[in-house]
């Protein structure tokens, strides 16, 4: 056997270990992002649940029309669910309704311009941290 065909055959080893090493490094890594992916999906679905909750009570009031949407706190901050085997059990919600001026800002007064605000809050799967969404709406006196 030549020179030339050991040192072939030694390269290619040496090749081989350093692709395997590279490869292992990089499936280690995909590993330990796995579990962090997961709860990262986890906090983004929650924001999802919570913004879907909100809405569905805004769409219940506004579906009351401007006339028969009281002014003041519709609904204190509470639990959405009794029971802790429901989903729904970690969120909480507030609703308020107020007047507001052409400039949006508050009016004790009545203005023909009514603002719902809808509050949902959550614990964060992620940072174990207390979240909050809101969302508003303005419906005018037609």
């Known amino acids: 056997m030549s020179k030339s065909a050991i040192n072939k055959k030694g390269i290619t080893l040496i090749e081989t270990a350093i692709a395997i090493t590279i490869l292992l490094i990089g499936i280690v890594a995909a590993a330990q992002i796995f579990p962090l992916s997961v ?5 983004a679905e929650q924001t999802t649940i919570a913004a ?10 506004f579906s009351q029309g401007f006339e028969n949407i009281s ?5 204190a901050r509470h639990r959405l669910a009794v029971s802790s085997t429901n989903p729904f059990y970690y969120y909480e919600r507030q609703t308020v309704v107020d007047y507001v001026d ?33 969302v508003k709406i303005l419906i005018s006196q037609k």
């Open 39 to 43: 709860k990262v999906d986890k906090a």
């Open 71 to 75: 002014v003041g706190t519709v609904e």
């Open 52 to 61: 879907d909750l909100a809405q569905s009570k805004i769409e219940e009031i």
């Open 102 to 134: 052409g400039s949006l800002n508050y009016s004790a007064s009545p203005t023909g311009l009514k603002r719902i605000s809808t509050t949902i809050y959550w614990r964060n799967a992620v940072t174990k941290t207390e979240k909050n969404t809101n």
